[in-house]
């Protein structure tokens, strides 16, 4: 299936590594004119250099942002308007589930947590929204599955991917005026090198393991690669009818009929 994704123009946030890399691997094999971000710039390039082995460099622009600073949002908007003229596809992959335990975190804990998770993403959908309008194109949201059931997650994690996807439907509604599209993805358990679910199998293996078997139906975690593919589909135009959805992608983990 083709999905004429070549030469869209594509920022990724978040795509030094893990889900965020996995994506940005999947444009650049459809084509497509992919803007890399992170917070370092060393990172970006070393990247960038790794990528043009395998993908034209002209198609690659890499750009350091701190997505919680909207001056910094701003001035990436401006650069990305110079280089590729506009914006077709814009995916958010934003956040971090490291927190407290306790059950109701403070509200330290909560603000901090909902800026890098929930206001970040707000932000970007809203300086970028200009350029997405004028195209007519597409916005994808990156949550979890922590936003859609109680998992075991913390609290304020939890909440701000809830606010999230709520906020994904409410914008699709909104945004179809202007023939744009949004989704969510909420990722399930996905392992990559360096993330979150490494350094818990290195702790402890064992538990793991028997945790993954009891709560996931497909008995294993998920990959990046998995997750890129459905961006990939709901963001080009062989998903146009598709907008305001969440899809979960987690082995079975929440399955559920309503």
Not at 7 to 33: D, P, Q, W, Y
Request: contains cysteine; charged residues 25%.
């Amino acid at each position: 299936m083709k999905l004429n994704l070549h030469e869209k123009r594509v920022l990724i946030t978040g795509s030094s590594r893990g889900i965020g890399l996995a994506i940005s691997e999947a444009f650049l094999e459809e084509g497509a004119r992919v803007t890399l971000t992170s917070r370092h710039q060393s990172d970006l390039d070393q990247l960038k250099n790794t990528l043009s082995q395998r993908f034209v460099q002209s198609s690659i622009l890499a750009l350091a942002c701190e997505f919680t600073d909207i001056e910094r949002i701003r001035k990436l908007k401006e650069q990305i308007n110079l280089t590729w003229k506009g914006l077709d596809i814009l995916i958010i992959n934003l956040g971090s589930g490291k927190s407290v335990s306790e059950p109701i975190p403070s509200i330290e804990n909560f603000e901090r947590i909902f800026q890098v998770n929930f206001d970040s993403a707000i932000n970007t959908s809203r300086e970028f929204y200009s350029l997405i309008k004028e195209s007519r194109g597409s916005i994808l949201f990156i949550a979890s599955i922590a936003g859609v059931e109680v998992t075991g997650a913390p609290t304020d994690y939890s909440v701000a991917k809830s606010a999230l996807i709520a906020y994904s439907k409410n914008l699709a509604r909104k945004a179809a005026r202007d023939g744009v599209r949004v989704n969510c993805i909420a990722p399930g358990n996905i392992y990559f090198d360096g993330g979150t679910w490494e350094e818990k199998v290195k702790a402890d293996p064992e538990r793991i393991q028997r945790l993954i078997e009891t709560t996931v139906p497909l008995h294993r975690f998920g990959k990046p690669e998995e997750i890129a593919a459905a961006v990939a589909f709901l963001a080009s135009e062989r998903s146009s009818f598709t907008t305001g959805a969440c899809l979960i992608i987690d082995g079975g983990q929440t399955a559920r009929i309503f």
